[in-house]
C-alpha cells in the first residue's frame, strides 16, 4: 500500500475514532477543537445515566396512590426535559447524512426514555404522546433530521415497553384499591393494540403478541368484579 | 400537536408508520436486488480477468497480457458502475448510512474484481480515492460515500484472486518471477492490514484466509526453487517439470478452493435478511 493511501486511511479512521471517543470533532482532513464532554460515547453514558434515574422514579408508580401520582410525575418530567441537553450535544458531534452509522449507540437510552415520557402522559391525561410529541419533549429538532431523529423503531419500542409496564400496573393499581385504572389500561391498550395491527409485519411483532396475552387477561378479573 | 386521545388517531398515526417502514423495507429489497446484480457481474469479471492472463499460450510477456485483460475488464467495470450510478438516489442524503449493509456485498466483490483488474494493469495496490473516484460522476461528485470498511475487505479478498493467479502462472514461461512478485505484493498487503484489525472484526477473519493465501504461494515458491537446485538444467526444461509437478499437486489438492469456500459473505447476506 502506498504512503498517502495509508495516510488516507488512517485519516478517516481517526476521524470515526475522533467522533466516537475522543474530544474534538473532525472533518475529513482537519480537526477542529471543541469543548471537553462533546464526544459520542460521554454523551451516552450522561443519556443513559438520565433514563435510568427515570425507570427508577417511575418504578414507584406501582406503589403510589393515584391522588399522589401527579407528585411522582413532577419528580420526574426535569429529568426527562433535561435529555434536551444530550440530544442537542448528539446533534452536533454527528456529521451531517451520518445518523444511521451511530444511531445504535444510544437506541437504548432512547428507547427507555420514549418510554418515560409516554408513561408520564398515560398517567396525566390517560392519551398517548405522538411520535413528533416525544422527539419535542427531548428537544428533538426536525432539522436536525439527518444527524439526530427519532426513527419510528425507537418509538415503537418505547410504545411496546409502556403497554408492558401498563399490564403491571394494571394488577398493582388494584392491590392499592384503585379499580378504575385496570379498565383504562384496558381501553388504552386496545386503542394502541389497534395501532400496532396496522404495522403487522413489523420484526417487534412477536414481542408485541408476546407481552399481549398477560396483559389482556389480567385486566379481566378486576373489571368482571365491578 | 396533541396527544393521541382516540382510536381514530392512533390508529391514523400507525397508518403513517406502516407507511415509513413499507417504504424503507421496499427500498432494502431493492438494493439487496442490486448488491446481488454488482456481486454476479463482478464474479464473471473475475473469472474473465484469470481466463484472460492464462488463455494465450503463446503470448509470454506479462505486460501484454496484463493489458489486455485490464482492458477487456473496463467495459464490464462500466456495466456494473451504472448499476452504482442508478443507486444515488437510493442512497442519497442519510439513507447511505441507513442502508449501507444492504449493498456492502456487492460494492466489496466490485473492489474485488477492481483492485484485481488494477493490479494486472499496474502492478499496484488501488487506492482508496481511486475506487471512489471510479464510484463518482464525470464531475467527481461520488454516488455515494465509499466505507472504508468495504473498501479493506475488498481488497482482502483480492489476495484470494493472486493467490490463484500465481499458482496459475507459476508452470508458465517466466511465471516463477511473477509468482514471487506476486509473493511479495500479497506479502506487503498482509502486513498493511495487520495494523487495521482492531478497527474491523471481519477484517481480521479475513486475514486468516489471506494468510492461507500467502502460505500456498510461498509453498509453491519453495518448490520451484529446490527443483532448481536438485536438477541443473535449463529455464525451459524447468518450466516443464514445474508444470508436471503442479498438475500433480493440483489434482491433488484442489489448492485454490478453500479460500472461496471459507468467504463468509453470502451467509452474512442472508443473516443480513431479518
Known amino acids: 500500500m502506498d504512503s498517502d493511501n495509508l495516510e488516507k486511511i488512517n485519516i478517516i479512521l481517526d476521524a470515526d475514532v475522533e467522533i466516537r471517543e475522543v474530544s474534538g470533532i473532525a472533518t475529513e482532513t482537519e480537526f477542529l477543537p471543541i469543548p471537553d464532554g462533546q464526544k459520542i460515547k460521554e454523551q451516552v453514558t450522561e443519556f443513559d445515566k438520565k433514563t435510568r434515574t427515570l425507570s427508577g422514579i417511575l418504578n414507584r408508580i406501582h406503589s403510589t396512590r393515584s391522588e399522589k401520582m401527579s407528585a411522582l410525575l413532577d419528580t420526574a418530567r426535569p429529568i426527562l426535559e433535561s435529555c434536551r441537553e444530550t440530544t442537542a450535544a448528539l446533534a452536533d458531534i454527528v456529521p451531517p447524512h451520518q445518523f444511521w452509522k451511530w444511531k445504535d449507540m444510544w437506541s437504548n437510552s432512547l428507547r427507555t426514555a420514549v418510554f418515560a415520557a409516554t408513561l408520564a402522559e398515560y398517567l396525566q391525561d390517560g392519551a398517548l404522546l405522538s411520535l413528533q410529541q416525544v422527539a419535542e419533549t427531548l428537544g428533538i429538532k426536525p432539522e436536525w433530521q439527518d444527524r439526530l431523529a427519532l426513527p419510528v423503531e425507537d418509538y415503537l419500542h418505547g410504545v411496546i415497553n409502556l403497554v408492558n409496564e401498563l399490564s403491571r400496573l394494571a394488577v398493582n393499581a388494584v392491590t392499592l384499591g384503585d379499580f378504575d385504572q385496570p379498565i383504562k389500561i384496558s381501553l388504552f391498550v386496545k386503542d394502541v393494540f389497534a395501532g400496532f395491527s396496522m404495522v403487522v409485519h413489523l420484526a417487534v411483532w412477536d414481542t408485541v403478541l408476546l407481552t399481549w396475552i398477560p396483559a389482556e387477561s389480567q385486566e379481566r378479573p378486576p373489571s368482571a368484579s365491578i | ?274
Open chain 2, 1 to 274: 400537536m396533541t396527544s393521541l386521545v382516540s382510536r381514530p388517531s392512533i390508529v391514523h398515526a400507525f397508518e403513517q408508520f406502516r407507511e415509513e417502514l413499507d417504504d424503507y423495507n421496499d427500498r432494502r429489497e431493492r438494493l439487496i436486488k442490486s448488491s446481488r446484480d454488482i456481486t454476479n457481474l463482478s464474479k464473471k469479471l473475475i473469472f474473465l480477468l484469470h481466463r484472460t492472463v492464462t488463455e494465450d499460450a503463446i503470448e509470454t510477456d506479462d505486460r501484454v497480457l496484463g493489458l489486455r485483460a485490464a482492458a477487456r475488464a473496463k467495459g464490464k467495470l462500466a456495466e456494473i458502475q451504472s448499476l452504482f450510478a442508478a443507486l444515488r438516489g437510493e442512497l442519497a442524503g442519510d439513507r447511505f448510512w441507513h442502508h449501507q449493509r444492504n449493498i456492502s456485498p456487492g460494492v466489496q466483490e466490485y473492489i474485488e474484481a477492481l483492485s484485481f483488474a488494477h493490479y494486472l494493469e499496474h502492478r499496484t495496490l488501488i487506492t482508496y480515492d481511486q475506487v471512489q473516484s471510479t464510484l463518482s460522476d464525470a464531475d467527481g461528485i461520488p454516488f455515494f460515500p465509499l466505507s472504508l470498511e468495504d473498501y479493506l475487505l475488498g481488497l482482502a479478498d483480492l489476495t484470494g484472486e493472486l493467490m490463484r493467479f500465481a499458482i496459475a502462472a507459476i508452470s508458465r514461461r517466466g511465471g516463477r518471477q511473477k509468482a514471487s512478485d506476486v509473493c511479495s505484493f500479497v506479502r506487503a498487503c498482509k502486513a498493511d492490514f495487520e495494523g487495521l484489525t482492531p478497527h474491523f472484526k471481519e477484517l481480521r477473519k479475513k486475514q486468516s484466509v489471506t494468510a492461507q493465501s500467502l502460505e500456498k504461494i510461498e509453498d509453491a515458491a519453495y518448490a520451484v526453487v529446490v527443483r532448481t537446485s536438485e536438477y541443473d538444467m535449463p529455464p525451459e526444461l524447468l518450466d516443464d517439470l514445474v508444470a508436471q509437478t503442479l498438475s500433480r499437486a493440483a489434482d491433488h489438492n484442489g489448492f485454490g478452493e478453500e479460500s472461496r469456500r471459507k468467504r463468509p459473505r453470502e451467509f452474512d447476506y442472508e443473516m443480513n435478511d431479518d
